[in-house]
């Protein structure tokens, strides 16, 4: 009675997200890195959608060495449920907010003085506040800039009440030129910590690490990485910029609905809602509740969008603000109540991320992230 499970009679849409590809996912991550250098876990935006506490659990009791997100709201509600590891707030604060992070558990990301006064003077009371400082080695978005870093990490470090405990930077990319200007980057970071390092200033976490480069195998001298995309099975690469993800596993596993009506139709009659008018050989469509409203897209241009129903692959006639038409030509006992699944299946007819990603027009993190809050969201391989 698996749908039964999955999705209840009036709400029948569904996401399954297979924590246990998340777990085997971090062993991937660690197998590629020199041995010694941590782990810490991205989940902003929700953890890329697929939801901040059920992944933040899994990755703790995996033994990750820390997070790392944007979102305030989700870091204290993590805190309030009882996720322990050391959360590092990205620079998404204003000054103002610095004390409130500090005082919910939260180690602030520090970007210029006026926050670090704040921090210092959250402080006052009682022990120093654990901070981060970010540099910024070229992406251009956020962090102090490389050339100044030095003086600011020594500034910071005679202040009472501060402790600077790591060091950062982000350095992602797509595609070949980007690689190029990263490897650059890396080294230039690489030199930055060494002059920290023999000025005695450099703090216990050094990172600059993440996805794009772990899957090409830069190699820096930081101690740890801040891994996103491939924790969730996804790339962090352009499509068609070659990159050996095979022993990746996308989190997301499963995207459904069911049929909640079969219809046949006599040759002759229209199907406007699949552009066919006076159709020459009868016909019968399958509708789900399931729709742009829910996170799927248009089909794009050009595409052949399918669902998986009773083991066949049927065609997607069209997609609706709250409907999703299909063929059923090919499946004749299809019936009211039957899965229509968009991702998933078995061996037979299995539509892949990669595949439901294409159609649609999207990236595959788009794609997680587009369903992501809009569907019934079940967790499965808990570990
Ligand atoms: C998102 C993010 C990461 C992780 O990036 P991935 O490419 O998803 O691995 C690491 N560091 C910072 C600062 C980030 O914002």
Not at 131 to 143: A, C, E, T
Not at 225 to 252: M, T
Request: proline residues 5%.
């Amino acid at each position: 009675m698996k749908h039964l499970r999955m999705s209840s009679a009036v709400n029948p849409n569904w996401a399954t997200y297979d924590l246990s590809n998340l777990v085997d996912n971090l062993s991937e991550v660690r197998r590629q890195l020199a041995p010694g250098r941590d782990v810490f876990a991205a989940i902003k935006g929700n953890a890329y959608g697929h939801g901040a506490f059920p992944v933040a659990r899994t990755l703790e009791r995996a033994g990750i060495s820390a997070f790392m997100t944007g979102s305030y709201d989700e870091a204290t509600e993590l805190r309030e449920l009882g996720i322990r590891a050391p959360i590092v707030m990205f620079a998404g604060a204003l000054p103002d907010g610095i004390p409130d992070i500090i005082n919910a558990g939260l180690i602030p990301t520090i970007v210029d003085m006026a926050s670090a006064r704040a921090a210092a003077q959250a402080s006052m009371s009682g022990t120093p506040a654990s901070i981060y400082v970010k540099v910024n080695m070229g992406l251009g978005r956020l962090g102090v800039a490389a050339s100044e870093a030095e003086t600011f990490i020594a500034t910071l470090s005679e202040m009472p009440g501060l402790k600077v405990d790591g060091i950062y930077t982000h350095l992602p990319y797509g595609n070949e030129a980007g690689l190029e200007w990263a490897r650059g980057r890396y080294v230039a970071f690489d030199d930055l910590i060494r002059r920290l390092d023999t000025a005695g200033l450099v703090p216990p976490v050094t990172q600059a690490g993440a996805s794009s480069s772990v899957v090409s195998g830069i190699v820096d001298q930081a101690n740890s990485v801040c891994v996103g995309h491939l924790l969730y099975g996804l790339s962090p690469y352009e499509p068609g910029f070659p990159a050996d993800l095979a022993n990746y596993k996308p989190v997301i596993s499963e995207i459904g609905s069911r049929l909640v009506q079969v219809t046949a139709h006599r040759q002759g009659s229209d199907v406007v809602i699949a552009g066919m008018q006076g159709i020459r050989t009868g016909k019968r469509i399958g509708v789900a509740p399931i729709g742009a409203a829910h996170g799927l897209h248009r089909p794009a241009p050009g595409s052949a969008p399918v669902a998986v129903i009773r083991g066949m692959r049927v065609p997607i006639l069209a997609v609706s603000l709250e409907h999703l038409t299909v063929d059923l030509d090919a499946v004749e006992t299809a019936e009211v109540g039957d899965e229509v699944l968009l991702l998933g299946g078995d061996e037979d007819a299995r539509i892949s991320l990669d595949e439901l990603a294409g159609w649609s027009g999207l990236s595959c993190l788009d794609t997680v992230l587009a369903v992501s809050g809009r569907l019934d969201a079940h967790y499965i391989g808990e570990a």
